[in-house]
Structure formats: structure tokens, C-alpha cells
């Protein structure tokens, strides 16, 4: 009898930790007004940490960092950010472009996470970005844990010409996956949502757009535009932000990093974090000599790592 009662225990504790990952919690996500909800409509707050650029921190795009991530700093969503400038990235190597994100995705399908495969741009290249979202959605978009990102950061172009663009890949993805989220980004490093709430796209579903800070440069004006946004039905996904200025360098402003916090958890906005790099910067989570696939405890893990997983580990329960 005793050997019965502690198989059911095991058995049970087994479900009980697998039933708590997000995706099996939370299942096919949906946008529903100015929230992001789970798959039966209840609203839900995604949180997480966004790899650097593939092409400069290859290392870390491994199971082993996303599984850490995802188990021991709470992490339920993961950025995997695909270089698109700077050498050796996507245009010019798609091939170990591949071989660093695939990985990841999977990972975060094996870990039960969502994850953002993004085009890390900060200039426009639509047949490349149309072809290269065709054949992702062809391949993970059965899976509800992928979330589509367009465009990392605009800088120069116009919210009509990001329009065109956002329309011709999203009608893309969607031949391949009807209902995964997307998120698009906005003019002026992300910047510009109030430009977004006065003309959303049309005729789109489970679309989001993206409003990127850094706390210690991006202050009450943004969080006022961010606010007025969401409010007005916008349905706003922060995917990446940190505490420093916006170069990632410079001290955290701890008291705007709250503030900021504040405002997501009020509004239920989801959030990524960047960055797990470790480069010599205030932005980038880890030292040079941090392992490439987790077990980053104690000192490796620097001021503005551990910021973050405070954050998600309060917040992630």
C-alpha cells in the first residue's frame, strides 16, 4: 500500500509540474481589445528575456539557456532575436541564421514557453522578411507557443509604409497559421504608438504592437503614450526593454525601472527584457566567462540580470 501511495504522489506531483508551464496553462493565444488572453479568454501577462542579436552572442541560442531561463528565472516568454544588420547576420548567412534560432524555438516548444522569433531589423526589407516569416509559419505554426515580430525597430520610415509592409507579411504568415500572435513594430525605434492608436491596420486578428523603452531615457512622455494607447483599445506588447539609457549603457534608474513595471502590471501589458549577452555594458545580463547554457548563479550574473530575474520571479508566480 505504501509503495501505491507514493507512485500516486509521484504521478501526481509529475502532472502538477507539467500542468504549470505557460503554454499548458494558457494554451493558443488571443487578443482580445487591448489584452492579451489565453486560449478560453482569460487575460494573461507574458514576461521574459530576449536573447541579443544572434549574430554577436551566437553561444547562448542553445536549449540549456532557454530551459534556465524558462525554469530558474521564471521566464515565460523567450525573444530569440535574429540579426538582420551588422556582419555576418541573416541576408548575408541565412544558413547559420537558421542554425542558431531553430534551436531555440524548439527549445522553447520542449520547455512548454512561448517565444518571439524576431526580425531584428532597424531598416525595411519586405521580400526577405516576407519569404523568411512564410517559411517559419509553414514550419512552427501549428505550434501555439510561436510569436511572430515583423520588425524589431524602425527608424526612418513612416507609419504608412510600415502599414504596406505589415499587411504583405501578415497575410503571408497567415496562409500558413491562422490565429498565432503577431507583433509589429512602430516608427522611431518604437516609439511612435500614438501614431499606431490614430490608424491600427485593418481587417487583422490577433495583432499586437510593439513599444520598446529603456527607463533611464524614456520617461513619463512615453509611459503618457504607451497609457493613452492602451486605454484607447490598443493592444500594446512591450518586447523589449531595460533599465539603463537607451545606448544599454549608463547606471539603471532603478525608480523609472518601477515605474515602468508599475504601469505593465497595471495594465497587464507583457514584457521582454534585453538582453542575455555579455558584452561589456550595462544592458548585457552576464559576464564574458558565464557558462553558454545556464547554471549563471552568484556573480556571473550582473546588476541589471539580476534586476530582471527579481522582476520575473515576483511576477511570474
Given amino acids: 500500500m505504501r509503495k501505491i501511495i507514493i507512485s500516486f504522489l509521484f504521478v501526481a506531483v509529475a502532472m502538477t509540474v507539467g500542468a504549470a508551464s505557460p503554454v499548458k496553462q494558457w494554451g493558443q493565444l488571443q487578443v482580445k481589445g487591448a ?14 528575456v530576449s536573447l541579443g542579436w544572434h549574430n554577436l552572442w551566437p553561444r547562448f541560442y542553445n536549449e540549456g539557456a532557454v530551459a534556465w531561463l524558462s525554469g530558474e528565472w521564471h521566464a515565460t516568454v523567450i525573444r530569440a532575436a535574429m ?27 520542449d520547455n512548454g514557453v512561448y517565444v518571439i522569433i524576431d526580425w531584428h531589423a532597424h531598416t525595411m526589407h519586405t521580400a526577405e522578411a516576407k519569404d523568411f516569416f512564410g517559411k517559419m509559419a ?27 509592409y505589415a499587411t504583405e507579411i501578415i497575410d503571408e504568415i497567415r496562409k500558413h497559421d491562422p490565429d498565432n500572435v503577431i507583433l509589429m513594430g512602430c516608427p522611431h525605434w518604437d516609439q511612435d504608438i500614438d501614431l499606431v492608436s490614430a490608424s491600427p491596420l485593418q481587417n487583422v486578428h490577433n495583432v499586437m504592437y510593439t513599444v520598446h523603452f529603456y527607463a533611464a531615457t524614456h520617461k513619463d512622455y512615453l509611459r503618457e503614450k504607451t497609457r493613452k494607447a492602451v486605454e484607447g483599445g490598443l493592444p500594446v506588447f512591450i518586447s523589449e526593454c531595460a533599465g539603463m539609457e537607451c545606448t544599454g549603457d549608463g547606471p539603471l534608474d532603478n525608480a523609472e525601472w518601477e515605474k515602468w513595471v508599475s504601469l505593465m502590471e497595471q495594465y497587464g501589458i507583457s514584457y521582454v527584457c534585453w538582453s542575455l549577452s555579455d558584452k561589456n555594458e550595462t544592458c548585457s545580463m552576464l559576464l564574458p566567462r558565464a557558462s553558454k547554457d545556464g547554471n549563471w548563479t552568484g556573480p556571473l550574473v550582473k546588476p541589471w540580470g539580476n534586476m530582471v530575474r527579481e522582476t520575473l520571479i515576483k511576477y511570474n508566480k
Fill in 35 to 48: 489584452q492579451l488572453c489565453s486560449q478560453d479568454g482569460t487575460p494573461v501577462t507574458l514576461r521574459g
Fill in 83 to 109: 540579426g538582420i544588420q551588422i556582419e555576418d547576420n541573416y541576408l548575408e548567412n541565412p544558413e547559420f541564421a537558421l542554425s542558431c534560432m531553430e534551436p531555440v524555438i524548439q527549445a522553447a516548444i
Fill in 138 to 164: 509553414k514550419k512552427y505554426g501549428s505550434y501555439p507557443n510561436v510569436i511572430y515580430e515583423l520588425y524589431n525597430e524602425p527608424i526612418e520610415d513612416s507609419w504608412e509604409s510600415l502599414k504596406v
